[in-house]
């Protein structure tokens, strides 16, 4: 049976129409009104996607590839939207729309409080339509399309508490350095039409072969390869999309949203969306290993780099964020070795564990009245179990321990950068490897600082200050360390999606590993050469899930978090003081990861200072000073100077024009027998 | 009716501001109905051109002719192709919305001001189908008439300063159109356009006259350097006369340009396209920044309409390029029709843009950014309309702002990637001004006590955003409709460009 338009209609536009309800009607609906159509349109498309799924996987359904209406045709070049649903989409499918579910319910929890309760649902189901949109387009214009309204829908979140200054800056700083990237894109979907004559997936990517020996004529005497122009300008909007370096800094300030998006969206979706559009465009990128060379260095650089970060952070959240960098960091090694699938298999098991450590993350803020520094948590995990267990085994899942499901796609990935002889591996190779390390510290770390240890927070009793829950977004004008009452485990909306979250983090590896690394699950949707075939490699020595988890118990990147395991717990458990020790004995290091490697400083400076600077300079001394003061009011200035000149000449003395008459004879005269005599002399 | 649907579209706005005149100032509030009456009427009457237009056979349609003087052959001839049908849909539109907004705002003889506003629509929508030069020529200088009026009577402290420097800037360039629609009447001996496009003309001659043609157009567009006039006159204008001249009047350059100079002087065009190119990046790149660090609100939409016509311009000229020397006519018409969709479209959004502002500065009584901060906190819904007309200045997809940029870059980076690298650099500078714009005015957290004081909008302004948002959203999402209305005749200008009169 083929998968029907109008279930792939309901499933994209089902959130969007939870999104006009809420949004626009939200005063008549009120607050439960509100979230319940939101929640019943998310629902809806969850299930369907099951039922894709299950379609594509088992019903043997055929890939649904087909227009719903023509955008434009101009000429031969049509753009329509239409929808591509093979499996790679279904997968997505499922992710986002079960993901987006559960932070739904979730946020009915953690924006009990706020004013902009049925905004944030409407927001949240728009964000979920345009992902859709996004992960279900059949052609580049579409795929822009979602590109840019999850984008403008993160623009939105990040900002939701507008008055909070941080916000507003890290919501237009997160636009602009993913226009950044969408510039690179725009460029590459331009190619992508120029070379290949169409906006169209299948067209363009059965036409692919045809790039090979093409070139771009860049300046008279260059030629860049046609194939690697377009993957790079491709992936240049990826860097934007999936925060990779250097355009990496927008994402640890968009945690200046409230935490169900940064789970959502920042986490789980839409930050993986640069990861799912390469994986789509493998047809293109298997052309130039140039390309994914470069993929490959960006992934490893990103991958390790940025976790060193988060060992420094003391906000909760911002761990989590750093965290999520360093693994979109893998994932992109892995497109850049040719493994696209073992990518979007860390994507989807990322995207369980993370939404579940952010929402984790979430369930402690609320315990915690909104402090989200860590220095003032510790020993949690007697009041607010339900988090701290399934904490963990997100936590267990983000280190990749045998057997959870970040095991599955991060070990395969390490594995298969080793067995890669792609330019740029072997610093892949190391970058990955001392990030099991990195990971391992700063996860142990956060969950040692939060959960365990002494509470460094201290209980006064209330007095008088109970009825100011009003608003989540006044915090930070309490005292830190101060609490009013004891913290408490966090209601069920809260605690279901941490559960229902945390059993695929558990089990999901183990039981897909083997069709979706080793089965060729994705089928057509997926092109590899055969020459780049590393996952091929790897599955000559796959013998089940479970001996992969027993083998991965001896292999170095388990010894290595083992390793970061008894340093942290000898760190933070039995001797804090050392954590000190370390910092001072490594200042210049510690200084540098403080600062973010001073990147986001430069970046200030020179674009955003520097922007502002050479715009003034445009406007002062071209527009202003050459423009108008020269040229325009400079000839307005002439014309009146010969005007004033020309009046004084008419002065109305009679012998002022005497004098001038008989000066005109002289003249006339003189220059007529200058002509006659220099005629005459011939 | 049928037979004189374009001369009725042009007298019945015109006529119709005579009763409103009469209604005086002593009856304003029947002024102000009498003038949405003729408004609406001329809207109405309008949608008859999709009716009656009939895209698929594309050429001149809707033809009158009448002989206006004798001795110098001039005609009064007017005709519409898709691209004049869409223009003057968009000035019949954005007509009701600049009336309806400035319903109340107008204290100050508001039957003067609705009559001059009614005139002006009238004679843009005659520059829009004149197909004799002299008549466009005679209607492109009359608009000036009532927009310098509407600047000069309602307009802000500098309004003299503003209106001269409109009326001369303007007014200058056209004489140069004067001087080359008369050399060129001494060799044909008429002033029909479609018969001077078929006169042979030398590249020397060709040259004279495109740059005398540029002049004329690309002021109006206004292009870099000649961009100056322009936040003068904006700043001082009122609203309706911001909606106006941002919406329509900067198209009359364009259209002039695909009127006259490319079908007259193609190759003199074909030669100088690089110059027009560069200029039209240096539009995108540097008005850009310009914008960037504007103080006053409406100078920087000023010049953000600069550098969103300069799309326009873009298209246009690199359709030159792409026929002439990669022959690919396709992206040619790709170009092409994203410059007249961009045109479209900018004419709603730089005219919701300019409402926006209006309905702060009714308000706040001030233009500065500065005085502003946190207007979300008491005006949501106003928030809600003011970031969907800043997304789709920023060219987001789903907006009409997207749709023109879009197809320009695919087609110029045909043309040669630079054009596509400098042209998608609007993605990023464009966000930057408009987006900090919306920063410093929307969020955050009130500072100004009159902010505090803003009321959220009424009915009448709900109406006239609710009317631009439905423009700005229907064309994002489906273009479609508006490129086969377009289609035949932007595919005619195409073939124009190849045909070489040397």
């Known amino acids: 049976m083929g998968l029907s338009t109008s279930i792939l209609l309901t499933i994209a536009l089902a959130p969007l129409v939870g999104c006009l309800l809420a949004g626009f009607l939200g005063r008549f609906l009120g607050r439960a009104g509100s979230h319940s159509v939101t929640i019943l349109g998310v629902a809806v498309s969850c299930a369907l996607s099951f039922y894709v799924l299950y379609q594509l996987t088992v019903g043997g359904a055929a890939t649904y590839n087909q227009n719903i209406y023509t955008w434009f045709q101009i000429g031969h070049f049509n753009a329509s939207v239409g929808f591509l649903v093979d499996r790679l989409t279904a997968m997505m499918l499922v992710v986002v729309s079960f993901v987006s579910l559960l932070v739904h319910v979730y946020t009915i929890g953690y924006m009990a409080d706020d004013d902009g309760y049925k905004r944030f649902f409407s927001y949240i189901s728009l964000f979920t339509f345009s992902m859709f949109m996004l992960v279900m387009s059949n052609n580049f214009m579409q795929l822009f399309f979602g590109w840019e309204a999850v984008g403008l829908v993160s623009y939105l979140l990040i900002g939701f508490w507008y008055k909070r200054p941080t916000a507003i800056f890290a919501n237009l700083k997160a636009f602009l350095v993913n226009r950044v990237g969408d510039f690179g894109f725009l460029l590459g979907i331009a190619a992508v039409l120029y070379f290949l004559g169409t906006l169209d997936y299948a067209t363009a990517f059965g036409s692919a072969p045809s790039l090979i020996g093409k070139t771009l004529q860049i300046t008279a005497g260059t030629q860049w390869d046609a194939a690697t122009v377009i993957c790079i300008c491709l992936f240049i909007g990826a860097m934007g999309k999936s925060a990779q370096v250097p355009l990496h800094v927008w994402l640890p300030d968009s945690m200046e949203g409230p935490t169900p998006i940064s789970a959502l969206i920042h986490a789980a979706t839409m930050v993986t969306a640069g990861i799912f559009m390469v994986a789509r465009m493998s047809p293109l990128f298997e052309l130039s290993s140039t390309a994914l060379s470069f993929v490959l260095v960006i992934g490893a650089t990103t991958a390790l780099f940025t976790g060193l970060i988060g060992i420094v952070q003391n906000d909760i959240k911002r761990v989590i964020a750093y965290s999520t960098l360093s693994q979109l960091g893998y994932m992109t090694v892995a497109l850049g070795v040719s493994m696209y699938s073992g990518a979007v298999f860390h994507l989807m098991t990322h995207a369980f564990f993370k939404a579940l450590l952010f929402l984790g993350a979430g369930s402690v803020i609320i315990a915690m009245h909104h402090e989200q520094d860590m220095r003032y948590m510790g020993g949690l995990r007697k009041y607010m179990p339900i988090t701290w267990i399934t904490m963990w085994i997100g936590s267990l899942a983000l280190v990749a321990v045998p057997f959870f499901s970040g095991f599955y796609s991060k070990d395969a990935i390490i594995e298969a950068v080793g067995e890669s002889h792609r330019w740029g591996a072997h610093y892949a190779y190391f970058c990955v490897m001392a990030g099991a390390f990195v990971t391992a510290v700063y996860t142990f770390r956060q969950m040692y600082l939060t959960f365990h240890g002494k509470e460094r927070f201290t209980v006064v009793a209330d007095h008088g200050h109970g009825h100011h829950v009003a608003h989540l977004d006044d915090h930070g004008h309490h005292e830190q360390g101060i609490m009013h009452e004891l913290p408490k485990e966090s209601p069920w909306v809260v605690t279901l999606p941490l559960v229902l979250l945390a059993i695929p983090s558990l089990l999901v590896g183990f039981f897909t590993v083997k069709p979706v690394l080793f089965g060729g699950w994705f089928g057509s949707a997926i092109h590899v050469d055969a020459a780049n075939d590393v996952l091929g490699e790897l599955g000559q020595h796959f013998h089940g899930a479970v001996a992969m988890a027993l083998d991965g118990l001896w292999s170095l990147p388990f010894g290595l978090v083992v390793l970061a395991f008894v340093i942290t717990s000898y760190v933070y458990l039995f001797n804090p003081a050392v954590a000190d020790r370390i910092k001072n004995a490594l200042k210049p290091f510690y200084s540098a990861l403080y600062h973010k490697y001073w990147i986001d400083a430069v970046y200030y400076v020179v674009f955003a200072r520097g922007g502002v600077m050479l715009g003034h300079l445009f406007w002062k001394a071209g527009d202003t000073a050459v423009i108008d003061d020269t040229m325009v009011n400079g000839s307005v200035n002439l014309i009146h100077r010969i005007a004033a000149t020309m009046r004084r000449l008419q002065s109305g003395y009679l012998y002022h024009y005497a004098f001038a008459m008989i000066l005109g004879l002289i003249l006339l005269l003189g220059g007529y027998w200058l002509t006659n005599s220099g005629l005459a002399g011939q | ?502």
Request: with cysteine; proline share 4%; net charge neutral.
């Open chain 2, 1 to 502: 009716m049928f037979n004189h649907l374009l001369s009725l579209l042009i007298w019945l706005p015109v006529a119709g501001a005579i009763p409103v005149l009469l209604a005086g100032s002593t009856r304003p509030d029947l002024a102000r109905w009498l003038s949405l009456l003729v408004a609406v009427l001329t809207f109405a009457v309008s949608l008859f051109l999709l009716v009656q237009y009939h895209p698929d056979a594309g050429g001149m349609q809707l033809t009158e002719s009448y002989l206006w003087i004798a001795s110098w052959g001039v005609h009064y001839s007017l005709a519409a192709d898709g691209i004049s049908v869409a223009l003057i849909l968009m000035t019949t539109f954005v007509g009701i919305l600049v009336i309806a907004g400035a319903w109340e705002v107008i204290q100050d003889k508001p039957h003067q001001y609705m009559a001059a506003m009614l005139m002006l629509e009238g004679l843009l929508i005659g520059v829009f189908c004149a197909t004799d030069a002299l008549l466009f020529y005679a209607l492109f200088e009359a608009i000036l008439i009532p927009m310098f009026i509407l600047i000069g009577i309602w307009g802000g402290p500098r309004r003299v300063y503003a209106t001269l420097k409109f009326f001369i800037y303007t007014f200058f360039g056209s004489v140069f159109m004067l001087i080359a629609l008369l050399y060129l009447y001494q060799k044909a001996h008429t002033f029909d356009i479609a018969t001077l496009a078929a006169l042979p003309l030398t590249m020397q001659e060709q040259t004279w006259i495109f740059f005398a043609f540029l002049i004329a157009f690309a002021i109006k567009v206004p292009m870099v350097p000649v961009h100056t006039w322009l936040p003068d006159a904006h700043v001082e204008a009122p609203t309706g006369g911001s909606v106006v001249l941002a919406a329509v009047m900067l198209k009359v350059g364009t259209y002039g340009m695909l009127r006259f100079i490319l079908p007259i002087v193609p190759d003199a065009g074909a030669h100088f396209a690089w110059l027009i190119i560069v200029l039209s990046l240096i539009a995108i790149v540097y008005i850009g920044y310009v914008a960037l660090v504007q103080e006053d609100m409406k100078k920087l939409v000023a010049y953000s309409s600069v550098a969103h016509m300069g799309f326009v311009t873009l298209g246009i000229f690199i359709a030159f390029l792409l026929v002439r020397e990669s022959s690919n006519a396709d992206m040619a018409l790709l170009g092409m029709q994203g410059a007249m969709v961009q045109m479209i479209s900018h004419g709603f959004v730089s005219g919701a843009m300019f409402t926006c502002i209006g309905v702060l500065y009714d308000r706040m009584h001030t233009r500065q950014i500065k005085d502003y901060g946190g207007v979300i906190n008491v005006m949501p819904w106003f928030g809600f309309f003011y970031v969907l007309f800043a997304m789709a200045n920023c060219g987001l997809p789903g907006t009409s702002g997207f749709v023109g940029e879009f197809m320009v870059i695919l087609a110029s980076f045909a043309a040669n990637p630079w054009i596509a690298l400098f042209a998608a650099f609007t993605l990023i500078i464009g966000a930057a001004y408009t987006l900090w714009l919306v920063k410093r005015v929307l969020w955050g957290d009130i500072t100004n006590p009159h902010v505090a004081e803003m009321k959220e909008i009424n009915g009448r302004e709900t109406f006239v955003l609710v009317s631009f948002a439905a423009a700005v959203l229907a064309l994002g999402i489906w273009p479609q409709p508006l490129v086969h209305l377009m289609d035949s005749s932007v595919s005619q200008l195409v073939q124009q460009l190849a045909i070489h009169k040397i």
